[in-house]
């Protein structure tokens, strides 16, 4: 069992940068693929970015090509989410979630992941 805190969410002005956290408990963090969700009010929940467990392969949304960076450090079982050039579009939870995989495959479906955190609330002000 993995349990997942995410911190590092708040306010920011368009064009600004934040650093999503996502802490996990337990001792299979390191075989544990990551992946990073975002829902916005009224829509529908999003992939935004994936890691697999080691590290090595990674994934993002469309949206997030070239503006946001997942990694992770399994010395720490920590997870990031980097975000750089952030729009007022990209205000939304933000979830980070665990499946029990090295890989991410399936990384855009929320179902393909068994462990989820609370969320932390980005919002970017024009």
């Known amino acids: 069992q993995v349990q997942l805190v995410e911190s590092g969410g708040g306010s920011v002005q368009a064009g600004g940068s934040l650093r999503l956290s996502c802490a996990a408990s337990?001792?299979?963090?390191?075989?544990?693929?990551m992946g990073w969700f975002r829902q916005a009010p009224g829509e529908e929940r999003e992939f935004v970015a994936a890691?697999?467990?080691?590290?090595?392969?990674?994934g993002y949304s469309d949206s997030a090509k070239g503006r946001f960076t997942i990694s992770r450090d399994n010395a720490k079982n920590t997870a990031y989410l980097q975000m750089n050039s952030l729009k007022p579009e990209d205000t939304a939870v933000y979830y980070c979630?665990?499946?029990?995989?090295?890989?991410?495959?399936?990384?855009?479906?929320?179902?393909?992941?068994?462990?989820w955190g609370q969320g932390t609330q980005v919002t970017v002000s024009s």
């Open positions: 337990g001792r299979t963090f390191s075989t544990t693929a």
């Open positions: 979630a665990g499946k029990r995989s090295n890989t991410i495959g399936n990384r855009e479906k929320g179902d393909a992941y068994d462990y």
């Open positions: 890691v697999s467990s080691y590290g090595g392969l990674t």
